[in-house]
C-alpha cells in the first residue's frame, strides 16, 4: 500500500513531494522511514493533484520597484528573466531589481550586509535559510493564499511557530550519479556497501577508467557531498547530532563516524582526474557524459550540464553507501522565496507570489530549464530525466532522507562552507587531518541559526 501511495506523489511531479516528513522544522525530527511515511499520507491528499488556484493578488495602481536579493545555485543562473517576462505580461507596473549573486559563497555576506542597511523586499535562498532569517525577525510571513499552492510537504522545513515564511519553488536530489552504459558494459551492480563500492574503483582502476568525476576547485562542491556523508554516516545514527555538537557531547576530532564522512573526500580525491583542484564544474560534467568517469558524487544541477552536453546520456543516481549498507538518497528544498518584514510593498510582493505560484507556463519552463522538481501542485516538468526510474526506485521503498535535516542543525554559512576549505587544505596537504577536524569544532559557535 505504502508503495502505491508513494507512487502517486513521484514520477516527474511525483519526485518533489518527498519532501514530507523527512526533515523538521527549527526541530528536526527523527530520520528514518518518516519520509516514506509522510509521504504517504501526502498521497492520500486531493490537494497534492489539485492544479493550482487562480491569481487572486490586487495589481498596484502605480508603478513600483522591488528589490530582489537572488542567491542562485548554478541551475538558477536565467531564470530572472523568465520571472520579468512573466510578471510584465500580468503585473506591468511592477519590476523587479535584480541582485543576482552565487548562493555557495555570495549570499550570506550579502544578506549580513542589508541587515545593517536594510532587507531587500524579496530574498531568495535555499529552504534551509528560512530558518536562519526568519529567527532574526526579518521576514514575513507568506500567506495562504499562495502556500496553499505548493505541496504541503513543501511548507513543513519553513514553517516556525506555526507560521510559514518561505515558498519553496523546486527542490534537487543528491547522491552518486553513475554512467548507466558504463556500468551496465562492466558487469557492475548498485553498490550498497563500502566495499561494494571499493570493488567498482577496484575494477575501474584496473581498466584505465576514472572511477569519480569531481571538480574540487569549487569548494561548495566539498561542502556538498560532506553533508551528503554526514546524512547518512551520522545523522541516520543520531539525528541529534547537531545540537549533541553543540552541547560538547560529540566532536569532529572524537566522532568516529564523522571523521569517516571527511575521509571520503579522500577516497574520492585518491580516485578522480589529477586537475580536479583546477577543474571547474562544467568541464568535469562533460568528463563524465564522454565516458573518462564512471560516477559523481553530486546533485540535480549536473543534469543541466549533462543533457546540455548530449541529451542521450543515460545516467542514474544512487545513495553513496555508508558504513552500514543502508544509505538513503538525499533530497533538498531548494529555490525558497522569502519577504521582507520591513517591506513598503507587500501588495506588490504578493502579486509576484501569485505569478510564480499561478502561471503553470512559467513553472514549466523553469523546471525544464533548470531541470529540478517541482514543489508547485499540478505542475508536470517535461525534460527526460533517466535518473527518475532510480529516484522513483528510492522513494517507493522509503529511501530518501530531507537533508535539512542535517543543514538545520549545522549551516552552511560560516560552517559548513568553512570546514569544506579546511578539507580542501588538508586534501592538498596545507593541513593536518587533525587540524581540520579541530578547526571544524572551533567554529562551533557558528554552526547554528538562532532557532535551534
Not at 44 to 65: G, I, Q, R
Not at 187 to 214: M, V, Y
Not at 256 to 261: G, L
Not at 289 to 311: C, P, R, T, Y
Request: aromatic content about 10%; proline content about 4%.
Amino acid at each position: 500500500m505504502k508503495k502505491k501511495l508513494l507512487s502517486l506523489m513521484l514520477g516527474t511531479t511525483m519526485a518533489a513531494s518527498l519532501l514530507a516528513g523527512c526533515g523538521g522544522t527549527a526541530a528536526a525530527p527523527a530520520a528514518g522511514n518518516a519520509a516514506a511515511e509522510t509521504s504517504a499520507a501526502e498521497a492520500e491528499a486531493p490537494a497534492a493533484e489539485e492544479p493550482v488556484a487562480e491569481a487572486t493578488a490586487a495589481a498596484p495602481d502605480e508603478a513600483v520597484t522591488l528589490t530582489v536579493l537572488a542567491g542562485q545555485s548554478t541551475t538558477d543562473a536565467g531564470i530572472e528573466d523568465m520571472i520579468d517576462a512573466a510578471l510584465a505580461e500580468k503585473y506591468p507596473n511592477i519590476t523587479l531589481e535584480w541582485e543576482c549573486v552565487g548562493w555557495d559563497g555570495e549570499f550570506h555576506p550579502k544578506m549580513q550586509q542589508y541587515l545593517q542597511t536594510g532587507v531587500p523586499d524579496i530574498i531568495i535562498g535555499k529552504g534551509q535559510d528560512v530558518a536562519t532569517y526568519s529567527s532574526l525577525g526579518i521576514l514575513n510571513e507568506i500567506d495562504s493564499t499562495y502556500t496553499d499552492r505548493v505541496l504541503d510537504a513543501a511548507n513543513e522545513n519553513v514553517t516556525f511557530d506555526g507560521k510559514i515564511y518561505g515558498l519553496v519553488y523546486n527542490a534537487l536530489y543528491q547522491g552518486v550519479y553513475y554512467n548507466r552504459e558504463m556500468f551496465k558494459e562492466n558487469g557492475w551492480d548498485i553498490p550498497k556497501t563500502q566495499e561494494d563500492l571499493q570493488a567498482i574503483i577496484d575494477d575501474c582502476n584496473a581498466k584505465g577508467i576514472t572511477p569519480f568525476a569531481s571538480h574540487m576547485v569549487d569548494t561548495w562542491s566539498i561542502g556538498n557531498v560532506t553533508m551528503q556523508f554526514m546524512m547518512n554516516d551520522v545523522f541516520n545514527k543520531n539525528p541529534k547530532w547537531g545540537d549533541d555538537f553543540r552541547a560538547g557531547k560529540v566532536s569532529f576530532s572524537e566522532d568516529a563516524d564523522a571523521q569517516t564522512c571527511y575521509q571520503y573526500n579522500k577516497l574520492i580525491y585518491d580516485n578522480t582526474f589529477p586537475e580536479t583542484f583546477s577543474l571547474e564544474q562544467t568541464d568535469c560534467d562533460a568528463k563524465m557524459v564522454l565516458g573518462e568517469a564512471a560516477m559523481k558524487v553530486s546533485g540535480s544541477w549536473s543534469i543541466q550540464n549533462f543533457l546540455d552536453i548530449d541529451e542521450n546520456f543515460d545516467f542514474g543516481i544512487f545513495p553513496f553507501p555508508n558504513q552500514t549498507g543502508d544509505s538513503k538518497l538525499i533530497f533538498e528544498p531548494n529555490i525558497a522565496i522569502m519577504t521582507s518584514s520591513s517591506t513598503e510593498h507587500q501588495d506588490a510582493i504578493n502579486c509576484v507570489l501569485d505569478v510564480l505560484t499561478s502561471d503553470q507556463d512559467l513553472a514549466v519552463e523553469i523546471y525544464d530549464y533548470t531541470k529540478t522538481a517541482p514543489m508547485l501542485k499540478g505542475v508536470t516538468p517535461t525534460y527526460p530525466n533517466p535518473s527518475q526510474q532510480d529516484i522513483d526506485k528510492y522513494a517507493a521503498d522509503g529511501m530518501v532522507v530531507d537533508v535539512n535535516l542535517g543543514n538545520n542543525q549545522l549551516v552552511w554559512g560560516g560552517f559548513q562552507d568553512e570546514n569544506a576549505a579546511d578539507i580542501a587544505a588538508w586534501l592538498q596537504g596545507d593541513e593536518t587531518f587533525e587540524d581540520c577536524l579541530a578547526a571544524s569544532d572551533a567554529r562551533v559557535d557558528a554552526s547554528s541559526s538562532s532557532t535551534n
